[in-house]
């Protein structure tokens, strides 16, 4: 299917953003996309530029925790988009441009704010790197009478490089500890090699 195909299979409204506001808002400020075409835009925009594998659970994740569209408005524009041809999801979930063109993203990029461009593919990578690491570095939370004892393993699915257990006096602070190491579990590995081999 051609790009041209593909635009006359869009109806007018999703092809210019700027015809009016027509997008749910519930659980959007002020300043988030208002437009179905926005939206539709936005996807597309993230997927042309994440590195990597990226999939429809990313980038609603993306915009629901920047509140940069409304949850439902962006899991119907994925499922347009694919529907029509613009993008592919392939087994494994990841999704690409059927026609990743310069052209074609860079009148993507004219139609969107900058804020949002640089803020949505930020958190996008955060959030799969958050993803990547939990599915490689695990966290066990286990009740103790007088508490919750937390332990991190840090590995690569071939070897274990790090096994701490931790003691919290709550649920509340197990569930931090576990997200903080998720959010970045080499950092604590380093820091913690850093700190044993240090001469001083």
Known sequence: MSEKDNLE??????????????ALMAGVPDGGLRSVSS????????????????????????????????????????????????????ED????????????????EMDLPLTIREKSIKLCQKIIAKENYRRENHVEITKKENGYNVNLNVSDNKTDFLSLNLFAATKEQAEMIKEKFISNPIKVYETLIEAIFDNK
């Open 93 to 108: 979930g990841a999704l690409t441009l059927v026609n990743p063109t310069k052209a074609n993203i860079e009148l993507i």
């Open 39 to 90: 939206i539709s835009l936005i996807v597309c925009y993230i997927i042309a530029n994440i590195n990597g594998r990226v999939t429809a659970d990313n980038i609603v994740q993306t915009m629901d925790e920047g509140m940069f569209a409304n949850h439902f408005e962006v899991a119907d524009a994925i499922s347009k988009l694919k529907k029509s041809g613009v993008i592919n999801e392939a």
């Open 9 to 22: 299979n869009m109806s007018k409204n999703e092809i210019d953003p700027k015809l009016r506001f027509d």
